[in-house]
C-alpha cells in the first residue's frame, strides 16, 4: 500500500508540472488566428485522448490489488509518457 501511494503522490506532482505547460499551450492556442487553430486540432485532440487514457490508468492504478499493482504502475507510466510526448511535440510545433 505505501508504494501505491507514494507513487500516486509523485503522479500529483507530475501532473501539476504538466498543467503549467498545458497552461502555455493554452495561452498559445488562445493568441493563434482560426486557421491556425484548425491546423492543430488533430494534436490537440490527441493531447486530449492522451490525458484520459492516462487518468484512466491512474484509476486502475487506485484500484489495483497487490497482484495487479506493478502492471497497473507500467501501464500508467506508458500512458504519462504519451501524454508528456503529446503536450511537449505541441508546443514545439505550435508558433
Same mark, same amino acid.
Given at each position: 500500500?505505501?508504494?501505491? *501511494?507514494?507513487?500516486? =503522490?509523485?503522479?500529483? /506532482?507530475?501532473?501539476?508540472?504538466?498543467?503549467?505547460? &498545458?497552461? &502555455?499551450?493554452?495561452?498559445?492556442? /488562445?493568441?493563434?488566428?482560426?486557421?491556425?487553430?484548425? =491546423?492543430? !486540432?488533430?494534436?490537440? +485532440?490527441?493531447?486530449? !485522448?492522451?490525458?484520459? *487514457?492516462?487518468?484512466?490508468?491512474? =484509476? #486502475?492504478?487506485?484500484? /489495483?490489488?497487490?497482484?495487479?499493482?506493478?502492471?497497473? =504502475?507500467? /501501464?500508467? #507510466?506508458?500512458?504519462?509518457?504519451?501524454?508528456?510526448?503529446?503536450? +511537449?511535440?505541441?508546443?514545439?510545433?505550435?508558433?
Amino acid at each position: 500500500m505505501q508504494l501505491r *501511494e507514494a507513487y500516486l =503522490q509523485r503522479v500529483v /506532482a507530475e501532473v501539476e508540472d504538466l498543467a503549467a505547460h &498545458v497552461a &502555455v499551450l493554452k495561452t498559445r492556442i /488562445a493568441k493563434q488566428k482560426v486557421s491556425v487553430k484548425l =491546423q492543430y !486540432n488533430w494534436e490537440l +485532440d490527441y493531447v486530449r !485522448n492522451r490525458f484520459a *487514457e492516462f487518468k484512466q490508468r491512474v =484509476q #486502475e492504478l487506485e484500484e /489495483a490489488g497487490d497482484e495487479q499493482l506493478e502492471d497497473a =504502475q507500467k /501501464a500508467s #507510466e506508458l500512458a504519462w509518457k504519451d501524454l508528456q510526448h503529446a503536450v +511537449d511535440t505541441l508546443l514545439t510545433a505550435m508558433p
